[in-house]
């Protein structure tokens, strides 16, 4: 047992003599105060040094903790471009440490050729005697041939290499097992490790960021073996019960996220037009119900239809003709808490300045009132019991409005009116007819105008965020082009808030656009970022690229594969992993996630390949019809025979085109509306030439 330590310095009586030869008895007392102030303090090494430290030859235990360093001592014998990733990823914390040395390449080149003559009389020796000669021999022969060469040339230099691993672990026992996994994975790829026996404390300190090599055991190697070993890898990011996203394009491990593991489970997605952000976050939607997640999506422009119709979810166009209506006044029966009512008085507001705009202080404490009295009117009060009571709706808010005396009443109700009887009436004015009941719902909103998408996003949102709070599940709210929202204040603020607080009930919130620079201006925008724990940024634009850059401090690397990415491919952020990732899916996975408009129509003729021959036929009809009608009166035309209908009505005859000795044919009622001849399916206006064919010989 080692104690380390600074020993107390017991102080002398003994006179000291300065440089100069004065009495250090002679200092001033505020000098030899300090130095006494110094020798009776704890210093920073005192304060970072362990309590004990026990050297072992198998171990060295600092601490509370167990070390063992290991040697490095046999290699293959040809390596690859980041050959030592297996021992950088390793699953255990380590430490290592690699130590190279030039040597002069004239005492390697002496050293060669003699190396190179042993051999050789070996080899020649084993020949003679009938013996066949070692493999191996030969084998290191023609490397020390090709290395001479190539170090007369001067391609190669030469160095000696050592490399150093230490474990560590709480128990004795615990560093035996690691030992043993760490020994059996490298010896899979052909590395030979041995413990630094009765070196422990030289091993331990070789492998500490102090650049001292204290074991100097090395093996010779060449500048491309060298460079090789430098520890360029790359993260991999594998976690139980996640989905897989796509692969890592530097090594191609496989990303599979639990995103519902990190500290929230909240992601936004950014990316230019035609980046592939749908694409990703519908080939999530896929994967995350084979694990019971509950997926709510609104949607401004129909990307998800699609999806939903082919996993058998529910599709709600909400606009003003729709028979599913959501009463934003409506409260949470399950919910009985007295603060309910304050909660919905606060979203009311912020929803009303979305819809009239802003309000002054004076509007808006006249507006609080009207909302006590309309809840009143219903018999609702702050106590619970009369949170059951049907809710009033927005005409009931109009009317109380224009009831009051203020003419700031009046201007608010006269702002109101256009969603009561005018060009928005009947989106927001009825009471709540519907419950989500689907594991897959999505709200589209690509039927209202531009100016109603904020207000009818606010009122979603609300809805979705009331359920979510009703009933803990696992769930994923998608929010596509959140640039509506963040367009005012009250709703990019309400949209933080459920980011924010989103963890508490299981939900995580993926929010997408691809107008980065409105959405990072907004202080909201900038928390809902910082609040999501993945962050996949797919291409951009070069200014969009020097904003991302300023607020997530991407490196210029990073930057450059923004600007330079193919459709699909993306930085994928996960906690503290950052990944240059492609995002794949399946045959199937992307029939029913792609939204480009040549693989609809591809998969729309491989399903229904009768499609085009439908269309030939009927444009065959169309022309056989204009043929008939166009044809000249005084130009005959030999009608061919068609079954009988009943009681048909008889047709003027048609003089025959003169030509010896003509066929009988039987003349036939007109019939317009029969296009083909039903004994030879042949389109009439065809059957008819055919006919005056076989009429004239």
């Given at each position: 047992?080692?104690?380390i330590?600074?020993?107390?310095?017991?102080e002398?009586?003994?006179t000291?003599?300065?440089a100069?030869?004065?009495?250090?008895?002679t200092?001033p007392?505020?000098?030899r105060?300090?130095?006494?102030?110094?020798?009776?303090?704890?210093?920073l090494?005192?304060?970072?040094?362990?309590?004990?430290?026990?050297?072992d030859?198998?171990?060295i235990r600092?601490?509370?903790a167990?070390y063992?360093?290991?040697?490095?001592?046999?290699?293959?014998?040809?390596?690859?471009p980041?050959?030592l990733?297996i021992l950088?990823?390793?699953?255990?914390?380590?430490?290592?440490s690699?130590?190279?040395?030039p040597?002069?390449?004239?005492?390697?080149?002496?050293?060669?050729?003699?190396?190179?003559g042993?051999?050789?009389?070996?080899?020649?020796?084993?020949?003679k005697?009938?013996?066949?000669?070692?493999?191996?021999v030969r084998?290191?022969?023609?490397?020390?041939i090709?290395l001479?060469?190539?170090?007369?040339?001067?391609?190669?230099?030469?160095f000696?290499?050592?490399?150093?691993?230490?474990?560590?672990?709480?128990?004795?026992?615990?560093?035996?097992?690691k030992?043993?996994e760490?020994?059996?994975?490298?010896?899979?790829?052909?590395?030979?490790?041995?413990?630094?026996?009765?070196?422990?404390?030289d091993?331990?300190?070789?492998?500490?960021?102090?650049?001292?090599d204290?074991l100097?055991?090395?093996?010779?190697?060449?500048?491309?073996?060298?460079?090789?070993?430098f520890?360029?890898?790359s993260?991999?990011?594998?976690?139980?019960n996640?989905?897989?996203?796509?692969?890592?394009?530097?090594?191609?491990?496989?990303?599979i996220?639990?995103?519902?593991?990190?500290?929230?489970?909240?992601?936004?997605?950014f990316?230019?037009?035609?980046?592939g952000?749908?694409?990703?976050?519908?080939?999530e939607?896929?994967?995350?119900?084979?694990f019971?997640?509950?997926?709510?999506?609104?949607?401004?422009?129909?990307e998800?239809?699609?999806?939903c119709?082919g996993?058998?979810?529910?599709?709600?166009?909400f606009?003003?003709?729709?028979?599913?209506?959501?009463?934003?006044f409506?409260?949470?029966?399950?919910?009985?808490?007295?603060?309910?009512?304050g909660?919905?008085?606060?979203?009311?507001?912020s929803?009303?300045?979305?819809?009239?705009?802003?309000?002054?202080p004076?509007?808006?404490?006249?507006?609080?009132r009207?909302?006590?009295?309309c809840y009143?009117?219903?018999?609702?009060?702050?106590d619970?019991s009369?949170?059951?009571?049907?809710?009033?709706?927005?005409e009931?808010?109009?009317?109380?409005?224009?009831?009051m005396?203020?003419?700031?009443a009046?201007?608010?109700?006269?702002?109101?009116?256009?969603y009561?009887?005018?060009?928005?009436a009947?989106?927001?004015?009825?009471?709540?007819?519907?419950d989500?009941?689907?594991?897959?719902?999505?709200?589209?909103?690509?039927?209202?105008?531009?100016?109603?998408r904020?207000?009818?996003?606010?009122?979603?949102?609300?809805?979705?965020w009331?359920?979510?709070r009703?009933?803990l599940?696992?769930?994923?709210?998608?929010?596509?082009?959140?640039?509506y929202?963040?367009?005012?204040?009250?709703?990019?603020?309400?949209?933080?808030?459920i980011?924010k607080?989103?963890?508490?009930y299981?939900?995580?919130?993926?929010?997408?656009?691809?107008?980065?620079?409105?959405f990072?201006?907004?202080?909201?925008g900038k928390?809902?970022l910082?609040?999501?724990?993945?962050?996949?940024?797919?291409k951009?634009?070069?200014?969009?690229?020097?904003?991302?850059?300023?607020?997530?401090?991407l490196?210029?690397g990073?930057?450059?594969?923004?600007?330079?990415?193919q459709?699909?491919e993306?930085?994928f952020?996960?906690?503290?992993?950052h990944?240059?990732?492609?995002?794949?899916?399946?045959?199937?996975?992307?029939?029913?996630?792609?939204?480009?408009?040549?693989d609809?129509?591809?998969e729309?003729q491989?399903?229904?390949?009768?499609?085009?021959e439908?269309?030939?036929?009927?444009?065959d009809?169309?022309?056989?019809?204009?043929?008939?009608?166009a044809?000249?009166?005084?130009?005959?035309?030999?009608p061919?025979?068609?079954?009988?209908?009943?009681?048909?009505?008889?047709?003027?005859?048609v003089?025959p085109?003169p030509?010896?000795a003509?066929?009988?044919?039987?003349a036939?009622?007109?019939?317009?509306?029969?296009?083909q001849n039903p004994?030879?399916?042949i389109?009439?206006?065809?059957a008819?030439t055919?006919?005056t064919?076989?009429?004239?010989?």
């Open positions: 047992m080692l104690g330590g600074k020993k107390k310095q017991t002398k009586n003994t000291a003599q300065t100069n030869g004065t009495p250090e008895s200092q007392q505020v000098a105060g300090v130095e006494r102030l110094k020798s009776g303090s704890v210093s090494i005192d304060l970072l040094a362990p309590s004990s430290v026990e050297v030859f198998k171990y600092v601490g509370d167990f063992r360093t290991f040697i490095v001592i046999d290699y293959p014998r040809e390596v690859s980041n050959w990733s950088i990823d390793y699953k255990e914390t380590m430490n290592v690699m130590f190279i040395y040597v002069e390449s004239k005492d390697i080149l002496s050293n060669l050729k003699r190396k190179i042993e051999m050789e009389a070996t080899i020649e020796s084993d020949m005697n009938g013996i066949e000669p070692d493999p191996k084998a290191s022969l023609e490397d020390a090709a001479r060469e190539e170090l007369a040339r001067g391609l190669e230099r030469f000696q290499f050592g490399l150093y691993v230490t474990l560590s672990a709480k128990t004795v026992d615990e560093l035996d097992k030992t043993n760490l020994t059996s994975l490298l010896a899979s790829n052909l590395l030979v490790i041995k413990p630094a026996t009765l070196q422990m404390e091993g331990f300190k070789t492998t500490l960021p102090l650049g001292e204290k100097f055991i090395t093996r010779n190697m060449d500048t491309t073996s060298v460079a090789s070993t520890p360029f890898t993260y991999e990011i594998s976690q139980p996640g989905i897989f996203y796509g692969v890592n394009t530097l090594n191609n491990s496989l990303i996220v639990d995103r519902f593991s990190f500290e929230n489970a909240n992601s936004v997605v990316g230019k037009s035609g980046s952000k749908s694409f990703l976050v519908k080939l939607v896929l994967r995350q119900m084979m019971d997640t509950e997926i709510l999506i609104i949607d401004p422009e129909d998800y239809k699609a999806l119709h996993l058998d979810g529910e599709y709600i166009s606009s003003k003709d729709s028979e599913v209506k959501i009463n934003p409506a409260l949470l029966s399950d919910d009985r808490t007295e603060a309910q009512l909660i919905k008085f606060l979203a009311l507001h929803l009303l300045k979305i819809m009239l705009g802003e309000f002054s004076t509007q808006e404490a006249i507006l609080d009207a909302l006590v009295l009143k009117q219903k018999g609702i009060i702050p619970p009369t949170f059951g009571n049907e809710p009033p709706i927005l009931d808010l109009y009317k109380t409005l224009l009831n005396e203020e003419a700031d009046k201007d608010l109700a006269f702002r109101l009116e256009k009561i009887k005018g060009g928005f009947g989106l927001l004015n009825s009471q709540t007819n519907y989500v009941k689907n594991q897959l719902t999505v709200f589209s909103i690509k039927q209202l105008e531009e100016s109603l904020p207000v009818a996003m606010q009122v979603i949102l609300d809805f979705i009331n359920r979510v009703t009933k599940k696992k769930r994923i709210l998608i929010v596509d082009e959140a640039w929202l963040m367009k005012n204040p009250d709703s990019a603020a309400f949209l933080q808030g980011a607080r989103a963890r508490k299981y939900l995580g919130v993926t929010t997408l656009t691809q107008d980065i620079e409105d990072l201006s907004s202080d909201y928390a809902i910082s609040n999501s724990s993945m962050q996949i940024l797919l951009q634009n070069s200014s969009e690229v020097e904003t991302l850059a300023s607020t997530l401090n490196s210029e990073e930057k450059q594969f923004l600007l330079t990415a459709v699909g993306g930085l952020f996960a906690g503290q992993n990944l240059t990732a492609q995002f794949l899916a399946s045959n199937f996975e992307y029939q029913l996630v792609t939204s480009k408009p040549q609809i129509l591809d729309e491989r399903t229904n390949p009768g499609a085009a439908q269309f030939i036929n009927q444009s009809k169309q022309a056989a019809q204009a043929e008939t009608e044809a000249a009166p005084g130009v005959p035309v030999q061919v025979a068609v079954p009988s209908t009943p009681e048909p009505t008889p047709a003027p005859a003089a085109v030509q010896p003509p066929p009988t044919v039987e036939a009622p007109v019939v317009p509306a029969v296009p004994q030879t399916n389109p009439t206006a065809q008819e055919m006919q064919k076989i009429n004239n010989g």
